[in-house]
């Protein structure tokens, strides 16, 4: 038995009700490890062949949330949600911190796989050996607070009445879907806790379309059994140690971000991406610090970083927001990009967002284009049936309300930036989506190309996560590091170089970061590659065209220090020829017939065959 | 070896409780010699987010859970103050979790017996690694024996509900009442 994991899986298929074990063999589970490694794996296995037919929010769509062999045992838990993504039609493994990766394998079992389409609101409930797939009609709608109080108290009694004496009970881990979600908004996240979010994606609205309001989780057990305790408790020690020394991250998260990232690097997103730079003191780190973090230290289970902090509004006309730092990318994209400098109203809206269930970068993307279109003049008063001016955080409010609940202009403006962009050009007969700042369908993460400081200029155009700021790409070797990250499933502030012996203390497997740049993540990557250029069914994407940035990240920068400096498309078409070479893809940037077959993956050369002699 | 003229006793600030949990790693690994936080004699409650409360026996002066016992199986350390389970007598009644003001104790997920803190033997481990991480929310502070009792502990043996309220409120004000 592959030691490090629960060693079963749950297969709930909410059209039949049917809930079933099944495992995966030693062999997958070497080769593609768990979380986003196993996901490409189980999507391609059993939709590869009909890949662009597959509606991402249609019931033939598989839901993921899975775990690895790390998850729980080293620093940093978390799990990793995935399946056709809304977004970019193709795969995103999408990781969020928290509890219930480490509760689920003390359940029992390593992931959950959710097929099909409930009738009626449900969320499956799983305790020790127990699944249940129970009625969640009483909590759709609700709006993360009470969806959170409702299902813990309701679990805390079922799980109160099967454990007599387990003493207090405690709270199970619960992942979930917003309002958002439940709308299929495809900019709608996976929560969990209240500010936690797997964002990049749009995995929130896969679990809307099958009527998946939550899943909730709690073990009794204890984590699985390692290949070699001893080592990984003296590995643990040496891990944390490390860990402990991140100071920074530590006193400050990336909290500090929305002041520094503008005025020191020039890349950060200010009016929907117009300028990078601002000077804007008001939104300075101290002032998120002092004024509103009461916890200056929020963790989830096994890290010792901390990097989270809690914001709380006790003055003001937003008195009682609650959210997390609320970190840098939130900063960015709930305060300058939408023209807002007051931190009250930052983390207002970063709230907001986190209760209807967006994902702040993705759904905060599509406030900023929207707000843009307004200052354009494309999109009137009468279009919104409002103002929408920058900084105004009443009239953003609104307008996230109607696009979770697609109402209204909402309803074109749920379907993402990118979506939107192409339905309000045919409406307005005016080409906006140079205003929409994405990669295949995902909105870009809070950190810019054009000043040179902060982001590559490939790092977006040639990643199969597409916008995700935490994947990008850049010489094809070490990319590969946080796909190992994401498939052992540990959160990538925790990263060391200890993990691979880690990884070999907890399996029993040896694997070296060689092996796996070269081969085991290269071959998740082409998969994920694969499924991306195959994409479909309502967007193609065309990597001689889409393997781009955005439009605007070729603009002069009009402001601040690099006034005037823009992505050089050169160095751009250069360093994207390069990796497109290092990872054995053709000019095109399609992986070669020969380079897939080496790796064993013909049926994914097979499948890529319709797309090859395209122009 | 003489007997120690301190006991030992940790004490906590749920107000910094990260909610990093390594309490229950470094004690499960100390008693049960691998994580398992089910069955860690100090279990982190978060049944509010960001309202954690680190849960585990506040040695109460009088004992009310070794009292109770109708086996015997509970004693107190002399040494440390600490409840003792004798896993051999324990019959997994559940009597001590009953008399507890906090029902801190439970029956273990493995064995069914008895579970409770007994200070690691004089050096807590969940303090060890809060400290080390530099969190303050556990620490231990060394009581002169002959005064002994005459602290209230027993206080602080609350359930979870209780003291989540409080603290959901003190760092999040009247908001807290829409979370609990």
């Known amino acids: 038995m592959a030691r490090g994991y629960a060693g079963k899986f749950i297969e709930v298929d909410l059209s039949s009700e049917n809930v079933k074990d099944i495992t995966f063999n030693d062999e997958i589970l ?59 039609n193709g795969i995103i493994g999408s990781t969020v911190s928290g509890e219930f990766g480490n509760e689920l394998k003390c359940a029992g079992y390593d992931g959950i796989i959710v097929t099909g389409r409930a009738e009626k609101p449900v969320y499956i409930f799983i305790a020790d050996g127990h699944v249940e797939i129970r009625s969640a009609e009483h909590v759709w709608g609700k709006e993360a607070p009470e969806t959170i109080r409702i299902l813990t108290r309701e679990a805390r009694e079922i799980l109160g009445s099967m454990w007599r004496n387990a003493g207090a009970i405690r709270e199970p881990a619960i992942i979930y879907c917003g309002p958002a979600g439940e709308n299929m908004v495809r900019t709608a996240a996976v929560m969990q806790k209240i500010s936690h979010a797997a964002g990049y994606g749009g995995y929130g609205a896969v679990m809307g379309s099958k009527n998946l309001k939550a899943i909730v989780v709690k073990g009794r057990g204890p984590m699985p059994s390692v290949a070699s305790p001893e080592i990984v408790k003296i590995l643990l020690r040496e891990v944390e140690r490390s860990l402990l020394e991140r100071d920074r991250l530590r006193r400050w998260g990336t909290g500090y971000g929305g002041y520094e990232v503008g005025a020191r690097l020039s890349s950060e997103p200010v009016r929907n991406w117009q ?19 009461v916890k200056r230290y929020w963790s989830d289970f096994n890290c010792p970083i901390a990097c989270m ?48 269930g967006f994902s702040g970068i993705n759904g905060g993307n599509t406030l900023a284009f929207t707000a843009e279109l307004y200052e354009k003049g494309i999109l009137t008063r009468e279009d919104l049936g409002f103002d929408l001016n920058w900084g105004d955080a009443e009239a953003f409010e609104r307008l996230a309300r109607m696009i979770a609940k697609r109402e209204g202009i909402g309803n074109i403006l749920a379907e993402g930036t990118y979506r939107a962009a192409l339905k309000i050009s045919e409406m307005k ?73 880690f990884y070999g203390a907890v399996t029993g497997w040896n694997l070296t970061k060689d092996e796996w740049a070269k081969t085991l993540g290269r071959r998740i990557l082409h998969i994920q590659r694969a499924a991306l250029l ?82 | 070896m003489g007997k120690r003229e301190f006991i030992v006793w940790v004490a906590r600030d749920y107000l910094k409780c990260t909610g990093c949990r390594r309490c229950e790693i470094a004690c499960s690994i100390f008693h049960e010699g691998w994580i398992w936080p089910e069955a860690s004699r100090i279990r982190v409650f978060m049944l509010v987010p960001g309202v954690e409360i680190p849960h585990f026996c506040a040695q109460c002066h009088d004992y009310p859970c070794v009292n109770a016992c109708p086996v015997r199986a509970l004693s107190v350390d002399d040494d440390t103050g600490a409840v003792l ?96």
Not at chain 1, 33 to 53: H, S
Not at chain 1, 590 to 599: A, E, G, H, N, Y
């Open chain 1, 275 to 293: 300028e990078e730079w601002h000077d804007e003191k008001s939104f300075s780190g101290p002032k998120f610090d002092f004024r509103y973090w």
């Open chain 1, 429 to 501: 007969g005016v080409d906006v989506t140079r205003y929409a700042v994405h990669v295949k369908g995902v909105e870009v993460g809070a950190h810019g190309t054009r000043s040179g400081l902060d982001f590559n200029p490939i790092g977006y155009a040639c990643s199969p996560q597409c916008g995700d700021h935490t994947s990008g790409v850049y010489d094809a070797y070490n990319d590969t590091v946080i796909v190992f990250l994401d498939s052992a499933v540990v959160c990538s502030m925790c990263s060391s170089n200890l993990i691979w012996d």
């Open chain 1, 30 to 88: 070497k080769n593609y490890v768990g979380g986003r490694g196993l996901a490409v794996k189980i999507l391609w296995d059993r939709l590869g062949g009909r890949w662009e037919t597959i509606d991402p929010l249609g019931p033939e769509n598989i839901f993921l949330a899975l775990t690895g062999p790390l998850t729980g045992i080293y620093p940093g838990s978390r799990v990793c949600i995935s399946g056709k993504s809304p977004q970019s």
């Open chain 2, 85 to 180: 389970v004798d896993r051999e007598k324990c019959t997994g009644c559940g009597a001590c979790i009953r008399e507890c003001p906090g029902k801190i104790p439970f029956l273990h997920p493995g064995d069914g017996k008895a579970t409770i803190c007994d200070l690691c033997g004089g050096d807590p481990q969940c303090a060890r690694v809060c400290q080390e991480a530099r969190f303050n929310a556990l620490w231990v502070v060394r009581e002169d024996k002959s005064r002994w009792g005459g602290f209230s502990r027993k206080l602080f043996a609350q359930m979870p509900e209780d003291l989540t309220r409080d603290v959901a409120v003190n760092l999040y004000g009247e908001k807290a009442e829409e979370w609990i």
């Open chain 1, 534 to 615: 195959l994409g479909g069914p309502d967007i193609f994407w065309r990597p001689e065209v889409h393997d781009d940035n955005p439009p605007r990240f070729y603009e002069p920068l009009p402001s601040g220090p690099y006034k005037g400096k823009t992505t050089d498309r050169k160095v751009f078409e250069e360093m994207k020829r390069q990796y497109y070479e290092a990872m054995g893809w053709d000019e095109r940037g399609i992986p070669k017939s020969s380079v897939l077959r080496d790796l064993g993956l013909e049926d994914v050369d097979i499948a890529l065959e319709k797309i090859r002699g395209q122009t």
């Open chain 1, 309 to 356: 902090k809690i914001s709380v509004i006790k003055a003001g006309p937003y008195k009682g927001a609650i959210t997390d730092d609320p970190d840098y990318e939130m900063q960015a994209y709930l305060g300058p990009n939408l023209g807002i400098f007051d931190p009250d109203k930052c983390i207002y809206l970063s709230a907001l967002m986190d209760y209807l």
